[in-house]
């Protein structure tokens, strides 16, 4: 099947497959379409299918460029972001469109299916370590169950859920003043990211950090500190978080031996944690017990908010993933 001709229509077409506006040693341009002509109309001297060669890049760079077959070539210049600029707008200039969503069949002509192209961009793109190896069975996967329609609503409830390992969830933490979340977000992340002080109110703003809690990424808000008599800064903060929380996929409501955790009756997805166990107990029941001096619940409290985000039955489903949107 010709993708190229199929889905970028006549000539050539390009996108930017190394990340946008973030500098590299290497960028890639990767090429699609009648990749003879394009070389032609950019004044790149010939490369045969199958072939690599230091090419001039369009008088802009030099630069490796493959030849992956007849409709496919990437163009390897140095990856700086002005570099790149340059390129794509002397590409464009010349009458070579840009490929910006488009079949991901075009951007990986490797794949033996669209399924299999879409698993290969949903790699690119997947934050968690948990999704690689269930993103590479999916082919297979989507094969067997392929026309089982009656799986369509148990399909669409188990990949609102999975959709979680490509995009990061939200976890919003919230609580009483002094009693040890910021202290929990620095150790979880292995540096400080959050003020610590025994001062109440020193965090004025929510801090937010992307953390890898058992496989699943998430990210990570640590809010000010809740208390009856803010001041004016504190009261605008706390307004904030609370905003911030009303989007969280899960809020973790913290607690210790001196203060109660802070009801949300209101959100369906809730941890209630006690910290600084060595204290003492937590003043209410709670799901999850952790101390950071002696370095206890700190894995408990990483897997419970995996279990909540993406619960094991879930990830051990054998049923296909619908990973992709259109």
Same mark, same amino acid.
């Given at each position: 099947?010709?993708?190229?001709?199929? /889905?970028? =229509?006549?000539?050539?077409?390009?996108?930017?497959?190394?990340? &946008?506006?973030? &500098?590299?040693?290497?960028?890639?341009?990767? %090429? $699609?379409?009648?990749?003879?002509?394009?070389?032609?109309?950019?004044?790149?001297?010939?490369?045969? +299918?199958? *072939?690599?060669?230091?090419?001039?890049?369009?008088?802009?760079?030099?630069?490796?460029?493959?030849?992956?077959?007849?409709?496919?070539?990437? %163009?390897?210049?140095?990856?700086?972001?002005?570099?790149?600029?340059?390129?794509?707008?002397?590409?464009?200039?010349?009458?070579?469109?840009?490929?910006?969503?488009?079949? +991901?069949?075009?951007?990986?002509?490797?794949?033996?299916?669209?399924?299999?192209?879409?698993?290969?961009?949903?790699?690119?793109?997947?934050?968690?370590?948990?999704?690689?190896?269930?993103?590479?069975?999916?082919? *297979?996967?989507?094969?067997?169950?392929?026309?089982?329609?009656?799986?369509? =609503?148990?399909?669409?409830?188990?990949?609102?859920?999975?959709?979680?390992?490509?995009?990061?969830?939200?976890?919003?933490?919230?609580? @009483?003043? $002094?009693?040890?979340?910021?202290?929990?977000?620095?150790?979880?992340?292995?540096?400080?990211?959050?003020?610590?002080?025994?001062?109440? =109110?020193?965090?004025?703003?929510?801090?937010?950090?992307?953390?890898?809690?058992?496989?699943?990424?998430? *990210?990570?808000?640590?809010?000010?500190?809740?208390?009856?008599? +803010?001041?004016?800064?504190?009261?605008?903060?706390?307004? %904030?978080?609370?905003?911030?929380?009303? *989007?969280?996929?899960?809020?973790?409501?913290?607690?210790?031996?001196?203060?109660? +955790? @802070?009801?949300?009756?209101?959100? =369906?997805?809730?941890?209630?944690?006690?910290?600084?166990?060595?204290?003492?107990?937590?003043?209410?029941?709670?799901?999850?017990?952790?101390?950071?001096?002696?370095?206890?619940?700190?894995?408990?409290?990483?897997?419970?908010?995996?279990?909540?985000?993406?619960?094991?039955?879930?990830?051990?489903?054998?049923? @296909?993933?619908? /990973?992709?949107?259109?």
């Amino acid at each position: 099947m010709n993708l190229a001709g199929e /889905f970028a =229509g006549s000539g050539a077409c390009f996108f930017v497959a190394s990340p &946008p506006n973030i &500098p590299g040693g290497v960028a890639i341009i990767q %090429l $699609n379409g009648d990749i003879d002509a394009a070389f032609a109309r950019l004044g790149i001297a010939p490369v045969p +299918p199958g *072939r690599i060669a230091v090419r001039d890049l369009m008088g802009v760079d030099q630069g490796v460029v493959a030849r992956w077959g007849p409709e496919c070539a990437h %163009l390897t210049p140095h990856g700086g972001v002005a570099i790149r600029r340059v390129l794509v707008e002397t590409l464009l200039a010349r009458g070579v469109r840009e490929n910006i969503a488009g079949d +991901p069949r075009v951007r990986y002509p490797e794949a033996a299916d669209l399924t299999e192209a879409r698993m290969l961009a949903a790699l690119a793109d997947a934050a968690s370590p948990l999704a690689i190896d269930l993103l590479l069975d999916q082919p *297979r996967r989507w094969r067997e169950r392929e026309g089982a329609a009656a799986e369509r =609503g148990a399909i669409r409830e188990r990949s609102a859920v999975l959709s979680r390992l490509i995009r990061p969830p939200l976890v919003v933490a919230m609580g @009483p003043s $002094n009693i040890g979340k910021s202290t929990l977000v620095n150790e979880l992340a292995g540096r400080n990211v959050a003020i610590v002080a025994d001062e109440p =109110g020193t965090t004025r703003d929510h801090v937010g950090v992307t953390l890898d809690l058992c496989g699943l990424v998430v *990210r990570f808000v640590d809010t000010p500190g809740l208390r009856a008599d +803010p001041d004016p800064a504190e009261r605008e903060a706390q307004d %904030l978080a609370r905003a911030l929380a009303e *989007r969280a996929d899960l809020l973790v409501s913290c607690a210790d031996s001196t203060a109660a +955790p @802070p009801e949300f009756a209101a959100h =369906g997805n809730v941890i209630r944690a006690g910290l600084r166990a060595d204290l003492g107990p937590a003043r209410s029941e709670v799901d999850v017990v952790v101390s950071v001096r002696r370095s206890t619940g700190l894995r408990e409290f990483a897997a419970l908010v995996r279990e909540r985000l993406v619960p094991e039955r879930v990830l051990d489903d054998p049923g @296909p993933w619908e /990973f992709w949107s259109d």
